[in-house]
């Protein structure tokens, strides 16, 4: 079973969902596992649009039920180190940041996501499960290893993130 490894962070408008993963990998093969619409089909979903900072792209949620598309802004592409995305649907705006770090050795991944809404406060325990699987299908995708199953994060892994919102 996975360990959750979330960390949930005060912030001035809200709080700040912070996943972290560490991959014996280049920072720019990541950095293409990360952006390349041919492969982020392997953990998240392919993209459609024009890349650059302050274009509008299209995503597909393969992984999610119906394999939804939505609309993501790219606020920031500073290859081969930021990425920040946004997203606005029903229930609010959704920010995300991508920030890789190259220690020498590996690349880190810290993927950030800034939860502002009222909804998102009180869905920790579910939004967290959530991107600690896609940091491993992530993973997954990057080492050639075998995806790992919903089913084992959530609900599993939503008692901690309920005491960590707390």
């Given at each position: 079973m996975p360990v959750p490894t979330g960390e949930v962070l005060p912030t001035s408008d809200g709080r700040d969902l912070v996943i972290t993963r560490s991959l014996?990998?280049?920072i720019e093969e990541v950095w293409a596992r990360l952006t390349d619409p041919h492969?982020?089909?392997?953990?998240y979903g392919t993209w459609?649009?024009?890349?650059?900072?302050?274009?509008?792209?299209?995503v597909q949620m393969r992984f999610e039920e119906g394999e939804p598309w939505t609309g993501?802004?790219?606020?920031?592409?500073?290859?081969?180190?930021?990425?920040?995305?946004s997203a606005t649907d029903q229930i609010g705006v959704w920010?995300?940041?991508v920030t890789l770090l190259d220690t020498g050795a590996a690349t880190e991944v810290r993927l950030v996501?800034?939860?502002t809404s009222e909804y998102q406060l009180t869905e920790i325990p579910q939004i967290?499960?959530?991107w600690e699987y896609y940091a491993d299908m992530f993973v997954a995708a990057c080492t050639h290893t075998e995806r790992p199953d919903f089913a084992d994060y959530y609900p599993a892994m939503a008692g901690y993130y309920e005491k960590r919102a707390s």
């Open positions: 014996g990998l280049p492969l982020t089909v392997a953990w459609e649009g024009d890349a650059g900072t302050g274009n509008t792209i299209r993501m802004n790219i606020d920031d592409c500073t290859p081969p180190i930021h990425l920040g995305l920010q995300l940041e996501h800034h939860l967290g499960p959530g």
